[in-house]
């Protein structure tokens, strides 16, 4: 399905960072089927995008996503078989067949609400941010049905079983805070900070080599469910593939960087790549003294 105009989604564009943002504040961005459609056909266009270097995964209005419009997706749909299976394949292939192998690095930026079908793009992305009075909830138990599609597959792949168990089961709300205890999100931090926040990590990762970025998120997906055989032969090759097709050729132009020029210390900084990007030294922390001749990360 073509979609000529976006009413569901917006798109921003600024500095390598493109904000991809549900747009039906009205509804807390539940999420209906011409929304599904858009946000497929936009993460699919910005995959290959030159000047899209982060894809950040928000909502307009102050929320993330009250989860699927029940009306619009659930009941206008009984009737419709053809209807509902288009728009689910819809909702699942963006909100996880793209995220969670896209090759751009994504941040969820979560506020208001974060309920139900939202957990699977809070989940597919590679990293969230959420403020810290931002309501999660897995409310499906409380009318009637379990936690569908995916979302109970990544959810109890994210965190501890008990956890898991205890909100799906009970339903009952929890806040940010609660969310970074038990590793939903990366950092809960206060509402007015969270876009500032985003943008800060954001820059962080581009800063870092495309083409290793890329491999090590791939990687760190994909060997979770490797036993350790498998995973010594797919990182094998994974390393092999990005010096064949790596046109920052990072190997080589990290270690010289490193080795011969001295221009930085890889414990707390990146090389500098052919676009500039280089990370400085985190706050508070100084690079290593030199003590020794020894060479060492």
């Given at each position: 399905m073509a979609i000529t105009k976006l009413e569901c989604v917006t798109v921003e564009k600024q500095d390598g960072i493109t904000w991809v943002m549900l747009n039906?504040?009205?509804?807390?961005?539940?999420?209906?089927?011409?929304?599904?459609?858009?946000?497929?056909?936009?993460?699919?266009?910005?995959?290959?995008?030159?000047?899209?270097?982060?894809?950040?995964?928000?909502?307009?209005?102050?929320?993330?996503?009250?989860?699927?419009?029940?009306?619009?997706?659930f009941r206008e749909n009984e009737k419709n078989p053809a209807g509902r299976k288009r728009a689910a394949e819809a909702a699942n292939r963006w909100r996880w067949e793209r995220l969670y192998k896209y090759d751009k690095p994504t941040i969820a930026m979560v506020e208001g609400y974060c309920v139900g079908g939202a957990f699977m793009q809070l989940l597919g992305t590679d990293f969230a941010i959420a403020a810290e009075d931002t309501v999660f909830s897995l409310s499906e138990v409380n009318w009637g049905i379990l936690p569908g599609a995916l979302v109970s597959k990544v959810v109890a792949d994210a965190v501890l079983p008990r956890h898991?168990?205890?909100?799906?089961?009970?339903?009952?709300?929890f806040d940010g805070k609660e969310a970074e205890r038990i590793g939903m999100i990366n950092f809960a931090v206060p509402k007015k900070k969270l876009r500032a926040e985003t943008i800060k990590l954001a820059k962080k990762l581009m800063e870092k080599s495309p083409a290793v970025l890329r491999a090590t998120k791939h990687a760190v997906r994909q060997v979770r469910t490797m036993d350790f055989d498998q995973s010594y032969d797919y990182l094998a090759a994974k390393g092999q593939a990005i010096k064949v097709g790596d046109p920052e050729d990072s190997y080589n132009t990290g270690l010289k960087q490193f080795l011969d020029e001295k221009a930085y210390k890889p414990t707390f900084q990146s090389f500098k790549t052919k676009d500039g990007g280089a990370s400085k030294p985190a706050k508070g922390k100084k690079p290593l003294a030199k003590k020794s001749k020894v060479k060492s990360a």
């Open positions: 039906r504040p009205e509804k807390r961005n539940a999420m209906s089927p011409q929304l599904h459609y858009e946000m497929d056909e936009t993460l699919r266009d910005l995959e290959t995008d030159p000047e899209t270097k982060v894809v950040v995964i928000g909502g307009n209005g102050g929320y993330f996503s009250a989860g699927q419009d029940l009306k619009m997706f898991a168990l205890y909100y799906c089961c009970l339903g009952e709300a």
